[in-house]
């Protein structure tokens, strides 16, 4: 790919991540590691909150890819097999998700997604806590969810952790230097038009909207609890 | 000094009957009655909740559920003689029970109490104090199983 010519003593950096996207990857990574973490520390009252407050992120993340700023909408990045052929043949121009990566997002997104439901209408075996949702089914069913749920994330979502790191590592030993634009949100983009930026309050109502929804299954969903 | 040698030797024949090593197969039934019985207690405790949380708890499974846990808890007494680890075979039972007796004992009493307590308080009408019994008795539950209790146990 064409790299600017550096001009001074840095490339030039521009935006490609806005503020909104790059704390919802941060938080989700460190509510993903705490959600472990308590689940195997005897905290399965922190670790129900955590998977809300992952519940709340994504709720946040589906509508900011619609209003969002350009990298972040999912009409930017989602594309048929066509553009991931070109992208691996080098023949992508674009800033943001890569078509590849773009497929891991929405599989990562996905994933988390299933597991978050299938938290929410589990119980514990001891029958101690309760998903917010696991009144609307039946006990079996709250039981077969904590076992999918388990098992999903032992062979779904880490896998594909560890996958997402590895192409990290993968890019970065290429001189790709992914994880910096995360944190800065901005890169060298090269020739191409950097990201068009949504407005602040955009992204304060998609956060009251969130926060919302997830106070609603919270308190039981539909008609508030059985 | 007769009543501690009376004491000193009902200790001695005590632990001598208690410490009795278990043939193998005796180890396994008692491991087999313990982890049905738990699996039951927990049933039972997940259809307490749900009638609990529920804004008009149907009083029949309320009261089943917790005389069934009540009398599981009384009969977990003989659930955890010596010899009944994870050495033995596959249990979430950890060594601690038998190196902390006398904490595990304690620990015991008090769900054995919460759950005689739940099963009082279910017999009258008071939700209230139902749930408050409850908690208590999940409270009991959690102590144990977090000190005493591996994940290894399915």
């Keep these: 790919m064409p790299r600017q010519i550096p001009v001074g003593d840095a490339p ?4 490609v ?13 460190a509510l993903i590691t705490f959600s472990w973490w308590s689940v195997h520390h005897h905290h399965t009252d922190w670790h129900i909150w955590s998977g809300i407050a992952i519940l709340t992120l994504l709720l946040f993340r589906l509508m900011w890819g619609f209003v969002g700023s350009s990298t972040a909408r999912w009409s930017s990045f989602i ?12 023949k992508w121009t674009g800033i943001g998700h890569t078509p590849l990566g773009a ?28 998903g917010p949702l696991a009144h609307l089914v039946s006990s079996d069913t709250s039981d077969k969810a904590r076992d999918i749920h388990e098992f999903w994330f032992e062979s779904v979502i880490v896998p594909l952790i560890a996958l997402h790191v590895a192409a ?18 901005r890169a060298d983009l090269g020739s191409a038009a950097p990201m068009r930026a949504a407005r602040w309050w955009v992204a304060l109502i998609c956060i ?16 508030f609890g059985s | 000094m007769r009543r501690v040698t009376f004491v000193v030797a009902f200790s001695v024949i005590a632990t001598a009957a208690v410490a009795a090593p278990l043939s193998r197969q ?14 039951t207690i927990g049933k039972n405790n997940k259809a307490l909740h749900r009638e609990l949380v529920s804004g008009s708890p149907f009083m029949p499974t309320v009261r089943s559920s917790a005389a069934n846990i009540a009398n599981l808890a009384g009969q977990a007494t ?22 902390n007796q006398a904490d595990f004992i304690a620990k015991l009493r008090t769900f054995q109490a919460a759950a005689r307590a739940m099963n009082a308080a279910a017999a009258g009408t008071d939700v209230g104090v139902m749930n408050a019994r409850f908690d208590a008795m999940d409270n009991a539950c959690k102590a144990c199983h977090d000190k005493y209790r591996s994940e290894m146990h399915h």
């Design chain 1, 12 to 15: 030039l950096k521009q935006p």
């Design chain 1, 17 to 29: 991540w806005d503020l909104p996207t790059r704390v919802v990857h941060w938080l989700l990574a």
């Design chain 1, 79 to 90: 594309r048929g097999p066509r553009a991931v052929v070109n992208y691996l043949k080098g």
């Design chain 1, 103 to 130: 497929l891991s997002v929405m599989a990562m997104f996905l994933a988390v997604a299933v597991q978050v439901s299938l938290g929410l209408i589990s119980q514990d075996e001891d029958g101690i806590f309760f």
């Design chain 1, 168 to 185: 990290i590592i993968f890019y970065r030993l290429r001189g790709r230097k992914l994880t910096k634009a995360m944190i800065t949100g």
């Design chain 1, 208 to 223: 009251v909207i969130a926060f919302a929804i997830a106070r609603w299954v919270v308190a039981g969903a539909p008609p």
């Design chain 2, 26 to 39: 005796q180890a396994l039934q008692v491991m087999h009655v313990r982890h049905e019985g738990m699996e």
């Design chain 2, 78 to 99: 003989r659930w955890f003689p010596a010899g009944t680890g994870p050495d033995v075979a596959n249990t979430g039972a950890k060594p601690e029970i038998w190196q």
